[in-house]
């Protein structure tokens, strides 16, 4: 087994899929995705963390906090997280008679 082929464990909570692929979580104004795979959203990941390494603060804890994602105040011009949430709020049109 290669093991360059490992997605790191402080991905693991970056990495979202969705119906249309998958995606990584960023702190900047987009996220990264749609791919295809995991693999490939891992990889841009971490040529993004690479880029933006210093340049952002972090919030101390904040990975570990509960979220609540507001789609519809969302600023973010390609959001995973509001991607998800409108299939969400679609598949529950759909099954509403």
């Known amino acids: 087994m290669r093991t360059d082929t490992a997605i790191p464990s402080t991905h693991q909570n970056r990495l979202m899929h969705t119906l249309y692929g ?9 996220d990264l995705g749609p791919f295809a795979t995991s693999k490939e959203a891992s990889d841009a990941l971490s040529c993004h963390i690479k ?3 210093g340049l952002n603060k972090r919030t101390p804890g904040a990975l570990k906090a509960v979220h609540l994602h507001d789609a519809d105040q969302c600023s973010k011009t390609n959001c995973g997280l509001c991607v998800e949430a409108r299939i969400f709020w679609h598949s529950l049109a759909v099954a509403t008679p």
Request: aromatic content about 24%; glycine content about 0%.
């Open 51 to 53: 880029a933006y390494k």
């Open 22 to 30: 998958w995606y990584a979580l960023t702190r900047e104004q987009a």
